[in-house]
């Protein structure tokens, strides 16, 4: 990977406009929406807490923990560090998903409202994506609709599995139908595999490798790709041709493997080609691994107008352990990074914002905002 060197150039310069937050002077550069950029709000805490699950392990005085629950000016701060124009706020993994039904309806609910009103308060720097209540299916497909019909959201996170159910489980094809019939995208963000497989795998290494390996070290990847393989090989895409699936971390390992993989196309008597699914349903963005090797290679597979931007806030601000540089998109390398891709200015723009502009413009434009139940 070429060096990323930083220079006045490169560097954001800020010109905030109001003292709201306000936005960047894009007069002479890219504009960068990120759209995976995660915080943790009260209620989802209590949830968490009343369910007896740890998705994180960082103490309470922890910078990640701090930031995950910070929307105000500390967040700003930080977007105008990195470059980032807007941040689509989602919360973080694995949301909602891991409650039982009638809780996870409850606080999807609550944390979508909190979500709008952070929007509402500063609709010139946050966008969200929705919260949805998928071990309860009627309701996530409710709470989809009143997410972007009444609250403005542009669309949905989703985490995989919920509980031991795969993505590709037909209970969810209600959900699918509706992100179809609104023309909202889904965006896929991975969580800890399911036990067993951490026993098996990613258990009895040393120095407290095993549970990071089996998380966002590789884990998290692989246990998402292989979803998106199933949602594929299960007829998800030919039941729902014009579903849109937001893929982070680079595609989750698949890319990489699509020549491979597509033996298996005639076996499972797929409609198109494998590789067609991830170019005509699939939008891809790195997730704040400012790796130019991955960059390229996912512009050959689906192409700069599939690609979209993320940083995996607060995951990947500051974070060099040891000096290593692909996860660290502080200091301007959110911005240098794509202002130094090999791209030309037009692709750099579809990527940094015009790609999602074009995927859900019309859901800002089409509606008003309608708040009532």
């Known amino acids: 990977m070429a060096s990323i060197v930083l220079s006045n150039d490169t560097l954001h310069r800020v ?92 606080v999807a609910r609550e944390a979508n409202d909190a979500l709008a009103e952070i929007v509402d308060a500063n609709p010139l720097r946050f966008q969200a994506l929705a919260a949805i209540p998928t071990s309860s299916p009627e309701a996530a497909a409710a709470e989809l609709e009143r997410a972007v019909t009444r609250l403005g959201f542009r669309g949905a996170m989703l985490y995989g599995r919920t509980g031991d159910k795969l993505a ?20 896929f963000h991975p969580q800890a595999p399911v036990r067993a497989v951490q026993e098996a795998y990613y258990s009895g290494l040393p120095n407290g490798v095993g549970p990071a390996l089996a998380t966002a070290g590789l884990g998290w990847y692989y246990d998402l790709g ?69 960059l390229r290679w996912t512009a050959e597979v689906v192409g700069t107008d599939r690609m979209l931007y993320s940083t995996d806030y607060p995951y990947t601000f500051g974070t060099r352990p040891g000096g290593f540089p692909y996860l660290d998109t502080s200091g301007g390398i959110a911005r240098s990074f794509l202002e130094n891709a090999p791209f030309t200015q037009e692709e750099k723009a579809a990527i940094g914002s015009g790609n999602w502009e074009r995927l859900t413009g019309h859901l800002a434009a089409g509606h008003g905002r309608h708040r009532s139940a």
């Open 226 to 294: 292989v979803q998106y393989l199933r949602m594929i090989f299960s007829g998800v895409f030919d039941r729902h041709p014009e579903l849109q699936v937001i893929a982070g971390h680079w595609g989750e390992v698949v890319l990489f493997y699509l020549d491979h993989v597509g033996v298996l196309q005639g076996m499972a008597k797929l409609q198109r080609p494998l590789a067609d699914y991830f170019r005509q349903n699939f939008w891809v963005a790195g997730s704040g691994t400012v790796s130019e090797r991955y």
């Open 168 to 187: 590709d489980s037909p209970e969810f094809d209600d959900l699918y139908g509706t992100a179809e019939q609104l023309r909202v995208p889904l965006h």
């Open 15 to 106: 010109s905030l406009e109001t003292s709201g937050g306000g936005m960047f002077d894009m007069s002479d550069k890219l504009r960068i929406i990120g759209l995976e950029e995660h915080l943790v709000l009260p209620v989802l805490l209590d949830a968490w807490n009343r369910a007896g699950l740890q998705p994180h392990r960082y103490g309470d005085d922890h910078p990640v923990t701090r930031r995950l629950r910070d929307v105000g000016d500390r967040r700003l701060a930080d977007m105008d560090d990195q470059g980032i124009d807007v941040a689509v706020l989602s919360l973080a993994s694995p949301g909602v998903q891991n409650l039982a039904a009638a809780d996870a309806v409850s």
